[in-house]
């Protein structure tokens, strides 16, 4: 199994549109998380942050959910221009932090 | 000024050739990171730096060296290009926050 998973996608949804991204983690001693946006042959830039009692910026919103291993991202009202790829990061603690990227989620706003 | 550049930005070599690809950040960070990046495997580790005398390993390392030229350089070399290495490769910076800030990658092709 793999330490960071999550769906490629790509998730298809029209403009206005709420969509969810979820991204599971294997290792329970794993501390911090964040998601990244990365634009078609762009660096990764940081989102947001994802906070044990879950955070809201503007129209995203990430969660985590420490018992079930996984952080969510949610979208609300869709633009065009948050079509891109999601990358969940996580951070694992213990002989050095440790951090590991997810392969990314493909979202494409459509009109 | 972009915080964290590379150079080359494209490069095309041939198998067996040697290359180097060159990091400077103007953040102030001690951390530095080299990745590659491949279709449907996401960003992975190659080597990090946590200051100028510090280098470890990464998760794919073999075939890589690193040098740690000065507190804002960091150089990633290949010494025997092979077609396998073909990738995005992407330098980051980070502080103590652990938030990760990416040069624009160089797109490398070993023929």
């Known amino acids: 199994r793999k330490e960071v998973e999550q769906d490629p996608g790509p998730f298809n949804v029209p403009e206005g549109a709420t969509v969810a991204f979820n991204c599971t983690y294997s290792?329970?001693?794993?501390?911090?998380f964040f998601w990244y946006r990365q634009d078609c042959r762009k660096e990764p830039k940081l989102l947001m942050s994802?906070?044990?009692s879950g955070n809201e910026d503007g129209r995203f919103t990430a969660q985590l959910n420490r018992a079930s291993q996984y952080i969510s991202l949610l979208i609300r009202d869709s633009k065009l221009s948050d079509s891109a790829t999601y990358l969940c990061v996580v951070i694992t603690t213990g002989g050095g932090n440790k951090l590991t990227f997810g392969t990314g989620t493909q979202l494409k706003v459509e009109l | 000024d972009a915080d964290v550049t590379q150079t080359p930005r494209n490069r095309i070599t041939k198998t067996g050739k040697r290359i180097m690809l060159e990091c400077s950040q103007t953040?102030?960070?001690?951390?530095m990171y080299w990745y590659r990046q491949d279709p449907g495997l996401g960003l992975r580790l190659i080597y990090y730096?946590?200051?100028?005398?510090?280098?470890n390993k990464g998760e794919i390392s073999d075939g890589y060296s690193v040098s740690r030229q000065a507190q804002a350089k960091f150089s990633l070399s290949l010494e025997s290009a092979i077609p396998n290495q073909t990738a995005l490769y992407f330098c980051?910076?980070?502080?103590?926050?652990?938030?990760?800030?990416f040069g624009p990658g160089t797109r490398l092709t070993v023929l």
């Open positions: 730096s946590f200051d100028v005398k510090d280098i």
């Open positions: 290792n329970s001693a794993s501390q911090s």
């Open positions: 994802v906070y044990s």
């Open positions: 953040k102030g960070h001690d951390r």
């Open positions: 980051a910076t980070s502080d103590l926050a652990r938030e990760q800030f």
